[in-house]
Each structure stands twice: as structure tokens, then as C-alpha cells.
């Protein structure tokens, strides 16, 4: 299996803690002293071999980045680390790290993920990952959707459909809902968060943007400047240049009729407001959260 962390978020729902140059995912949110961006790291631990973990990430961290994958993996390859020059969505960071894949590992399935989510359960993202590799291997995108505890309005969510030999097929993926449409999905077991994690072959991802994206597969494969390859700074450039921004959801996954989900239970969060940060951090008795060195006085 080969991992594929994608780190180049703003972090700006955060704002004043997390800002421009050092976003949510650098920064310690979790249960441990590390970043989120570390933690997603440490996960993979278990499963996948450093070698094949790539990180893509923005040109304004990339000295973070490689600090911080240092302290990870010291003896990570320059290759494993893809530095984007201008932000256009997850649909080309996604491409280009596959593209960097190697053609004799194209077989194996890629799991794609986010590096500022929150995961407190992370031996059952774990055993989700093993679930779905037979699905990824036969062909599809496997996408994981989180079972609602509450009927959140700012998430989106998938619709299961066909039962498969393990998950199911995905019937819809929906924006994110108003109240009342969110109280009905929790109601219901059909109903999943999607929280961004895919997993797919290589081969797969590449027939994927070759059916729905071909426009910027074609971009990708044809672009060279003076006989360098794709990995060159200045052929990235001239892509990126040249491409508008797109999300892996728009670009493939809604239009694709090979999509499944599996629903897993891993206490996840996208920490993506200050009300996610207070829902899942410890509490005084006074329901307060507090971090770091802070006095409090009549607050509850």
C-alpha cells in the first residue's frame, strides 16, 4: 500500500492560532506533542512503509514541511515530498502524486489523506485501510464516511447504496445540509460524513481523471520544458500556470459510477472551527478547555 498525505491547507477557520505560514496542520491540536501533520504521519506507521508515503504540499511551508518530515522520517527521499507552487485544489496535488508513483507499484492501492484531521481512534482507520484494499483492487474508489453522532450542517455527506462484499456503493454525495435535512440523515443509516480519505489504485486514480479529467491528465503528461521531466520545479510551474483549480470531489469522484464507501467508527473530526476544537477536547468541571499556560477566573 502506498500513502499520499496531502499538506497544503490554510488553515484560516483557525485564525489568529493557525495562520497563513503555519496553518492547522503544523501545529499541535491533537493528544499528543506532535503536529497534526506528524500524527497523520505516525499513523501510517503501522501499515505502510515510509518509502511509500508522498507528501504534497504548498511552496510557502515548504521549509516546515521538510523540517517536520525530518523529524518523521530522516531518511525520507526528496521525491517523497511534491511542493506545489500555487494552490489549485486537491484534483491536481492528487494527479501529481500519482504520477510520481512509480510504474511498477501503479497496482498497489493508494490511500489519500488529509493532514489536519483529528483521528482518535486511529487502530480503527487501520483496520478500515486492510478492509478496503480488496475494493481498491477490483477497481474502485473506496472512499471512508464517518457515522454521524449529531446532525452536523457543516460537513458534507455520502449516500450509501448497493451493499457490496464489504461497504457499499456510493448512491450520492451530498453539500452540506441545513438543519432540519441534517437531523433526517442521523435518523437514517444511509447516511456518512465524508471525511476526504480515498483509496484507489494508481492505474485506477489514472483511468479516473482519463475518463472525467482528461483535460488535465493531458496537461500533466504533456508538459515539458527543455526535455525535463515532471519533477522538475520549473515543469510543475508551467502546469500549475496553466490549470484552474479543481476538487478531487467535482473532478471525479461525482461523476465516476465506481465509488464505494465504507463507513467506520475512528473519532474523527476535521477541526475545522473553534466549536470542533471545543467538542473534542477535555474538559474542566467547569466545561472550559484550556491549553497552555492560562489563569482563569469565573469562567465556565
Same mark, same amino acid.
Given at each position: 500500500m502506498i500513502a499520499m498525505i496531502l499538506a497544503g491547507g490554510t488553515g484560516t477557520r483557525l485564525w489568529p492560532y493557525s495562520r497563513s505560514m503555519t496553518p492547522k496542520q503544523f501545529l499541535n491540536l491533537g493528544s499528543t506533542h506532535e503536529s497534526l501533520f506528524q500524527e497523520t504521519c505516525r499513523r501510517l506507521e503501522t501499515l505502510i512503509d515510509p518509502e511509500k508515503i508522498y507528501v504534497v504540499g504548498s511552496a510557502s511551508h515548504e521549509g516546515e514541511l521538510q523540517q517536520q518530515m525530518a523529524q518523521i522520517y530522516p531518511d525520507y527521499r526528496p521525491e517523497q515530498l511534491l511542493i506545489e507552487p500555487l494552490s489549485r485544489n486537491t484534483a491536481p496535488a492528487i494527479l501529481w502524486g500519482i504520477l510520481q508513483i512509480p510504474e511498477n507499484q501503479r497496482g498497489e492501492p493508494v490511500v489519500i489523506l488529509a493532514s489536519d484531521h483529528l483521528i482518535k481512534?486511529? @487502530?480503527?482507520?487501520?483496520?478500515?485501510?486492510?478492509?478496503?484494499?480488496?475494493?481498491?483492487?477490483?477497481?474502485?474508489?473506496?472512499?471512508?464516511?464517518?457515522?454521524?453522532?449529531?446532525?452536523?450542517?457543516?460537513?458534507?455527506?455520502? $449516500?450509501?447504496?448497493?451493499?457490496?462484499?464489504?461497504? +457499499?456503493?456510493?448512491?450520492?454525495?451530498?453539500?452540506?445540509?441545513?438543519?432540519?435535512?441534517?437531523?433526517?440523515?442521523? @435518523?437514517?443509516?444511509?447516511?456518512?460524513?465524508?471525511?476526504?480519505?480515498?483509496?484507489?489504485?494508481?492505474?485506477?486514480?489514472?483511468?479516473? +481523471?482519463?475518463?472525467?479529467?482528461?483535460?488535465?491528465?493531458?496537461? +500533466?503528461?504533456?508538459?515539458?520544458?527543455?526535455?525535463? @521531466?515532471?519533477?522538475?520545479?520549473? #515543469?510543475?510551474?508551467? /502546469?500549475?500556470?496553466?490549470?484552474?483549480?479543481?476538487? /478531487?470531489?467535482?473532478?471525479?469522484?461525482?461523476?465516476?459510477?465506481?465509488?464505494?464507501?465504507?463507513?467506520?467508527?475512528?473519532?474523527?473530526?476535521?477541526?475545522?472551527?473553534?466549536?470542533? /476544537?471545543?467538542? #473534542?477536547?477535555?474538559?474542566? $468541571?467547569?466545561?472550559?478547555?484550556?491549553?497552555?499556560?492560562?489563569?482563569?477566573?469565573?469562567?465556565h
Open positions: 481512534a486511529p @487502530e480503527h482507520l487501520i483496520g478500515a485501510l486492510k478492509n478496503a484494499e480488496t475494493l481498491a483492487s477490483s477497481g474502485y474508489l473506496v472512499t471512508f464516511g464517518i457515522r454521524p453522532d449529531r446532525p452536523e450542517t457543516g460537513y458534507g455527506y455520502i $449516500k450509501a447504496g448497493e451493499a457490496l462484499e464489504v461497504g +457499499f456503493k456510493v448512491a450520492d454525495f451530498v453539500e452540506k445540509p441545513d438543519q432540519s435535512t441534517a437531523e433526517s440523515y442521523l @435518523e437514517s443509516s444511509d447516511y456518512t460524513w465524508n471525511a476526504s480519505i480515498f483509496m484507489a489504485t494508481a492505474e485506477t486514480w489514472l483511468d479516473e +481523471f482519463r475518463n472525467h479529467a482528461p483535460g488535465l491528465l493531458a496537461v +500533466f503528461e504533456n508538459a515539458t520544458v527543455d526535455g525535463k @521531466e515532471l519533477a522538475d520545479p520549473e #515543469v510543475i510551474r508551467k /502546469i500549475y500556470q496553466s490549470i484552474e483549480s479543481d476538487s /478531487i470531489d467535482y473532478a471525479l469522484l461525482e461523476k465516476s459510477k465506481r465509488v464505494a464507501v465504507l463507513p467506520v467508527d475512528m473519532e474523527w473530526s476535521d477541526l475545522g472551527s473553534w466549536e470542533s /476544537i471545543y467538542q #473534542v477536547s477535555e474538559k474542566d $468541571k467547569q466545561g472550559n478547555v484550556i491549553r497552555g499556560n492560562v489563569i482563569s477566573h469565573e469562567t
